[in-house]
């Protein structure tokens, strides 16, 4: 079956770096997308990658491994706006996204 | 106002009843989709519609129907509420087929069925 796994819940302080990990298994791989969720919002595209490697927007970065099934949401100088529910998605051969149940990040002082 | 408009936001809703979600999007974008949101799970798809005219089902879409008469309107009608249609509906819109595009969000249908 098709698969992504994400942590369900981090903490971590502001100012200081996260990393927060995404695993996926699915039928085909047409790219990996993060998207960011604030309480009772809707989500908001962060990043896409369809190829290995590291990509970085300002202060997040996100990185893919298709070999490993493999990606990660790295986030920088962590502000307190910055928590929020982080969402791993993988778009399958199909086109359809399989979405992981999202990784609640807390920031704190 | 540029985007997707979801009405209504919430919605208490006797069992038995019949719902339709109204989702508008004034981007122009072909692809449209309805999403629930449980908590702990992650957001799972009802229906979609690739282009006007057309729709397709997603993982969880018994019990809802849709229609794609244009290209702005892509409503999500509940035939006989349950209560486990308890959930926050997000409608969304993207240009084509994800491989390039992001998907945008319209702010959520909080449904509640009793």
């Known amino acids: 079956g098709q698969n992504i796994d994400q942590p369900t819940e981090m903490t971590a302080t502001e100012g200081a770096i996260v990393q927060i990990n995404c695993t996926y298994q699915?039928?085909?791989?047409?790219?990996l997308f993060w998207y960011q969720q604030h309480a009772g919002e809707a989500p908001t595209f962060l990043s896409y990658n369809v190829l290995d490697g590291l990509e970085e927007k300002g202060r997040f970065s996100s990185f893919l491994s298709r070999s490993k099934g493999y990606s990660y949401l790295l986030l920088k100088e962590l502000q307190m706006k910055d928590s929020a529910s982080y969402l791993c998605?993988?778009?399958?051969?199909?086109?359809?996204?399989?979405w992981g149940a999202g990784t609640k990040l807390i920031i704190k002082p | 106002i540029a985007g997707i408009t979801q009405a209504p936001t919430s919605q208490i809703l006797a069992a038995g009843r019949r719902m339709t979600l109204r989702c508008t999007q004034d981007?122009?974008?072909?692809?449209m989709y309805w999403y629930r949101q449980d908590l702990g799970l992650g957001l799972r798809l009802i229906h979609y519609?690739?282009?006007?005219?057309?729709?397709g089902k997603g993982e969880v879409p018994d019990g809802y129907s849709v229609s794609r008469a244009n290209t702005d309107d892509f409503p999500l009608t509940l035939a006989s509420a349950v209560p486990s249609q308890t959930s926050v509906y997000f409608c969304a819109s993207s240009d084509d087929r994800l491989n390039t595009g992001e998907l945008f969000f319209g702010e959520g249908s909080r449904l509640t069925v009793l």
């Open positions: 519609s690739n282009t006007a005219g057309t729709t």
């Open positions: 699915t039928s085909g791989f047409n790219g």
């Open positions: 998605a993988a778009l399958d051969s199909n086109y359809q996204l399989i």
């Open positions: 981007m122009r974008h072909n692809a």
